[in-house]
């Protein structure tokens, strides 16, 4: 038997090789029309990024190799050009020479891969425009890098920038590759997140990581021209009307198959563009059979077929084509797309169906989110991770999962996959026994934490809400953040009102239990715990949101832009180079808060800043990625300065200086013009609720606020039902006519003769708002300083009795002062 393949590195080398161990006496001819007959097509941009230094460990094989070990014609920078089924021949091409020839086949193996897409923009031709699919394409790009990124080093030019175009694996592994050789890197992705395989709670966190790497990330935005340039650099020209200039620009926004052959031989194509086959990768034409990039394959989850251009399944398929050839009834049953990418220190990937898929194919799930550590957060060297499981709500078989992360995320997408593949259910999740110790795992695997969540919303323990359904799923409902005050000041869900768990059955009693509830917390333990309490009590309609915040603030990073604190700018260390503290001057304390999840830094950190005096520095070394948000937001919150925010692994390592002392600027600076002045001249009850909302939100933010109460304002300072004996027949009139204390004030409008203040202050009550004596006392309490105006006092027969305690008596002086004093003033 003769058998020819056409194409080599994954599918057509694992063809010949495969046939060959099975049929000694066949001849097999392998034709690829590449200088390189079998390749490790997945580390070209590791060689460009000089993570693997030898070249030569790329080669896989060679025609030399594959003749002494197996026999095996490899004949390399030859192109099959056509094929004629009916004769069974081929037309072959020596790319080299430009000789011609035809080479008969009993049987024949089509594994052509697929090409890169050239996307049809002016310049796009450009020398300096290249993609990056074989060994070739990596030389070139290689010696290009080598030279500019040299000059840059002799000083000879300034550094080399690059942009990569398509934010998939390829696209984020080589533009890893290029910063790790000095290069400015920018991504351009046109869709509104990177790394497609993944859906966007999943893939935000990566792009975050990438920025605060270094690499300028731009989504929703796509290339739109390429045009030369005087120095030898082009101007990308993007849809969104910015100009980025270049020396470098990788194309990477997917591959088409390399169907040309297949469709002139009259082939069978599949819906997407690729070769259709049967399960035994048998084409339509009974002796041509075809496996790897250019064919479609049946999904386990989505229906239809799919082109899926993956390295393992395109060795897999190519077993299977030989097998049958060989005369074995080998099955390929279907590819479900599992896929995994390292991006710096992150790693993300998926398997089975993405909620988008699931979404166009119009197929029930339900989803749920954990953010459990990669192992045991006593032991060293974790941090959280992103895992999402995608699961029908009846039977509850395992669709689809993803995860981001630090460590450990492989290997529990592979739990996934065999999940996916066996069509095991999100009970059987909660069963699965994996292997634990702590620098490996959790007694309670991520795995498991999955499938008890997901289990859960099956048996009606838990009821979720979604990030993306927002704020559509919280209107009208009660939306309330169970986490620290810490963790609520550092950043809420707009509309959000703070009932730490530890409060939350009393502060619950009284509310409504027709009122729809939405809980969070941080990752949705401590709002799972409360919709515990909510559902036994009886409450129609409470729900806690899927992965809690760290899953909102993923979802929509590119569309509330705002909701969640801006990175702040970073520094990098040289490679290999040790975190050294700077002692500025003061006390330096370090802080080790590896494994402590938010907010264990911060309440370590605050904790520690009880001992400390203004100018002593603290050092604290995180394993948080998302430290590199409420680290900052915490210390510019409580007036400290940050000096230096440095990545390392999955966190972080923060300096900062207390109270702004020395080496920067704090949020306060009491040495001249701060905070805020009230005057206070309404005795409404709604104008009065908004200065107090104001100078509670300015004292929390550290700020001194002093108010001026006169004329109707000095209403919400009396006592209620305090009466004294010297007053006039005058003053007890206006004393008797006007509201005595904030108990007593009404609405300026909408007051509905005393209805629509008792609305107002159920509503407020519902939402856990806090009533106004509250809010008065909360600025007493952290502060504020009163001062009632002693000329109004006299002219409406207020005495100093009748307002509560701790109202200091002053003039027209006084609120002066004070205003000279303050940043700001406002009149209420």
């Known amino acids: 038997m003769k058998i020819v393949v056409v194409g080599g590195v994954a599918a057509g080398a694992s063809v010949a090789a495969r046939a060959r161990r099975l049929d000694e006496d066949a001849e097999i001819i392998l034709f690829e029309r590449g200088h390189h007959v079998s390749f490790a097509n997945c580390g070209l941009p ?55 020839y035809t080479e008969a086949y009993d049987a024949l ?29 990596m030389d070139k790009i290689k010696a290009l890098v080598d030279r500019e990124t040299e000059q840059a080093a002799r000083g000879e030019r300034g550094a080399m920038r690059a942009v990569v175009v398509g934010a998939g694996y390829i696209g984020l592994e080589m533009a890893e590759s290029l910063h790790h050789r000095g290069v400015q890197v920018t991504v351009v992705e046109a869709a509104d997140q990177i790394l497609p395989p993944v859906d966007r709670e999943i893939a935000t966190p990566v792009m975050n990581h990438l920025r605060t790497r270094g690499i300028d990330v731009r989504v929703g935005a796509s290339a739109a021209a390429i045009a030369q340039q005087a120095d030898g650099s082009v101007k990308v020209e993007l849809s969104t009307n910015a100009f980025i200039d270049a020396d470098l620009v990788i194309m990477s926004v997917g591959v088409r198959p390399a169907t040309e052959l297949a469709k002139a031989a009259g082939l069978e194509l599949g819906p997407h563009g690729g070769i259709k086959v049967d399960d035994h ?95 045991a957060g006593y032991y060293p060297g974790t941090a959280m991770m992103h895992l999402k499981v995608l699961f029908d709500p009846e039977t509850g078989r395992v669709l689809g999962g993803q995860a981001s992360g630090f460590d450990g995320v492989d290997k529990r997408l592979d739990v996934l996959a065999m999940a996916v593949r066996e069509k095991l259910t999100v009970f059987d999740l909660e069963e699965v026994e994996l292997a634990y110790a702590p620098p490996f795992g959790s ?47 550092l950043w809420h869900i707009p509309g959000a ?106 309440m370590k950190m605050s904790k520690a800043v009880d001992d400390l005096k203004p100018g002593d520095q603290i050092s604290v070394t995180v394993s948080d990625p998302g430290f590199a948000h409420d680290g900052p937001a915490w210390a510019a919150a409580n007036g400290h300065t940050v000096t230096g925010l440095t990545p390392q692994g999955a966190g972080y390592h923060m300096d900062l200086t207390v109270g702004g002392g020395p080496g920067g600027v704090g949020l306060v600076d009491n040495s001249g013009r701060d905070g805020m002045s009230f005057v206070v001249f309404s005795g409404d009850l709604d104008k009065v609720l908004a200065a107090f909302i104001i100078a509670n939100g300015a004292l929390a933010m550290g700020k001194p606020v002093r108010m001026f109460f006169t004329f109707w304002g000095l209403n919400a300072l009396r006592k209620p039902g305090v ?106």
């Open 46 to 100: 590791y060689h460009i990024g000089n993570v693997i230094k030898d070249r030569e460990r790329l080669l896989v094989q060679t025609p030399e190799s594959l003749r002494e070990l197996l026999d095996i014609d490899a004949r390399i920078a030859h192109e099959v050009t056509s094929i004629d089924p009916a004769a069974k021949t081929v037309t072959v091409k020596d790319v080299d020479t430009g000789e011609q």
């Open 281 to 375: 990768m048998r084409t339509s034409d009974p002796s041509i059979w075809a496996a790897g990039d250019a064919v479609e394959t049946p999904h386990p989850v989505l229906p239809g077929t799919y082109l899926t251009p993956l390295a393992g399944p395109a060795n897999r398929q190519g077993r299977i084509v030989a097998d049958n050839i060989c005369g074995r009834d080998s099955v390929y049953t279907f590819t479900q797309g599992t896929s995994v990418v390292k991006v710096f220190d992150m790693v993300a990937g998926g398997t089975g169906a993405t909620e988008r898929q699931l979404k166009a194919a119009g197929i029930a799930y339900r989803a749920a989110h954990v953010h459990p550590s990669g192992h």
């Open 723 to 828: 009466k004294t004996a010297d007053k006039s027949a005058l003053d007890k009139l206006f004393g008797a006519m006007m509201p005595a204390g904030p108990g007593a004030l009404k609405l300026s409008q909408m007051n509905m003769a005393g209805a629509g203040t008792a609305m107002i202050k159920k509503v407020m009550k519902d939402h856990d708002v806090a009533p106004l004596p509250q809010l008065i006392e909360s600025a007493m309490e952290r502060g504020a300083e009163m001062t009632a105006c002693t000329m109004t006092m006299d002219l409406l027969g207020i005495r100093a009795a009748e307002l509560v305690d701790g109202v200091k008596l002053g003039g027209v002086a006084s609120f002066i002062a004070a205003s000279d004093a303050s940043a700001s003033t406002l009149f209420i």
């Open 443 to 489: 007694a309670k695997d991520p795995v498991n934490m999955a499938g008890f969540v997901a289990s859960n919303t099956i048996r009606g323990d838990i009821k979720l809400w979604y990030p993306q359904e927002f704020p559509a799923a919280t209107e009208g409902a009660r939306i309330v953040d169970v986490r620290t005050p810490q963790e609520y000041e």
């Open 109 to 137: 193996a089509l594994c052509p891969g697929a090409n890169a897409v050239h996307i049809p923009i002016p310049g796009i031709d450009a020398p300096q425009v290249r993609v990056l699919r074989r060994i070739g394409d």
């Open 497 to 602: 009102v703070n009932v730490p768990i530890g409060e939350f059955r009393e502060r619950s009693r009284d509310w409504d239990k027709n009122v729809p509830v939405r809980l969070y917390c941080a990752v949705g333990f401590r709002s799972y715990l409360a919709e515990r309490i909510l559902d036994q009590r009886g409450f129609a309609d409470a729900r806690t949101l899927s992965g809690g915040a760290n899953t909102f603030r993923a979802w929509h990073e590119v569309e509330m832009e705002g909701a969640a604190p801006q990175a702040p700018a970073v520094s990098y260390p040289a490679a290999g180079a040790a975190f050294a503290p700077k002692q500025e001057a003061g006390k330096l304390i370090e802080l080790d808060c590896t494994g402590l999840a938010c907010p264990g830094p911060i």
